[in-house]
């Protein structure tokens, strides 16, 4: 079995980042986390807790693992739901911010594969 699930902005911003998360123990673990907010991300303040108020959530979806595909002028995110894991950011003291991506107008997607 297959299935699928969309996810997209709808009058906000649509943002995809690569975070790093560093937890009190040093421990560090890094993904990719879609955000659809109305208020828009800079990245000169948004950083450890001001990243926290940005996206106003104690706890976020994070895709160790991600392949784009384009498919004429819409890209695709795609992970199997095995590459997705909950996180709690009250653990963690530090989030940066690797790399980031506005894709403002939902031209990205992130769907999740889910073999059965």
Do not use: C, W
């Amino acid at each position: 079995m297959l299935s699928s699930l969309n996810l997209f902005g709808d009058a906000g911003n649509d943002y995809r980042f690569y975070l790093e998360l560093i937890s009190k123990n040093s421990d560090t673990i890094s993904g990719y986390f879609y955000h659809y907010p109305y208020n828009e991300y800079d990245k000169f303040t948004h950083y450890d807790q001001n990243f926290k108020n940005f996206i106003k959530k104690d706890s976020i979806a994070l895709y160790s693992f991600i392949s784009t595909v384009n498919i004429g002028n819409m890209n695709i995110d795609f992970s199997k739901t095995d590459f997705k894991k909950t996180i709690d950011l009250n653990k963690y003291d530090h989030i940066r911010v690797i790399d980031y991506l506005d894709f403002g107008g939902g031209v990205y997607r992130i769907k999740e594969l889910n073999k059965n």
